[in-house]
């Protein structure tokens, strides 16, 4: 079934810049509640800057410092209310493994393992995340061409494969501290996430 726009309610975000519309979707491919946050009018831009934001509960909300999420989406947040663009918020909890399970790895990384492997031995891949929809809501949106603000190539491949022409991909900052560098770390050397660990590194630039 061909997605469509279910609803789109103007919500003010603080003292944003621009103002922002979400945006709900019926018939996306894996049937989630996904939403989209829209700055300014992006469908007028011939590539607008656009974030895929997996949703992380610890640390979206809580702050978590386990990992580097809460972070990313606040300076997401920042450019796209000074640039105007999109806000893909997807419903993939833990790379797509769920809260539960995102807290049982958590204990096997607290012995030492790292985020990949103790997804192995609990029984999932690497990353289960599906970005197929992602590529469904800006196709609705009539957007078929971003600048994609991401680390992970595998982001910018999946939204090519489904239809979307990534012209740029924008490196997002580094925020590590002792709690999240172990996790930095095996996001580079086993997904070939492109994280400046070892430099300095201005968030947004």
Request: hydrophobic share 35%.
């Amino acid at each position: 079934m061909t997605v469509t726009q279910r609803a789109s309610v103007a919500i003010p975000l603080g003292e944003q810049a621009k103002p922002t519309r979400f945006v709900s979707f019926d018939h996306l491919h894996d049937g989630k509640e996904h939403i989209a946050i829209l700055y300014g009018e992006p469908e007028k831009e011939e590539a607008p800057l656009v974030r895929l934001h997996s949703e992380c509960l610890t640390g979206d909300v809580f702050g978590s410092q386990r990992c580097d999420c809460g972070e990313q989406l606040h300076e997401a947040q920042r450019l796209l209310a000074d640039q105007g663009g999109v806000l893909l918020y997807l419903r993939q909890e833990g790379r797509g493994i769920g809260l539960y399970n995102k807290l049982d790895a958590y204990a096997l990384q607290d012995k030492g393992i790292d985020t990949y492997t103790a997804n192995e031995m609990l029984g999932f891949g690497h990353d289960l995340r599906d970005f197929r929809p992602a590529a469904e809501m800006l196709q609705s949106l009539g957007i078929l061409s971003i600048r994609l603000l991401s680390n992970n190539p595998h982001k910018a491949s999946q939204l090519e494969e489904f239809g979307i022409t990534v012209v740029d991909r924008i490196d997002t900052g580094v925020y590590i501290n002792r709690h999240n560098a172990a996790y930095l770390k095996a996001k580079v050397d086993q997904q070939a996430h492109s994280i400046l660990l070892d430099q300095d590194h201005e968030p947004g630039q």
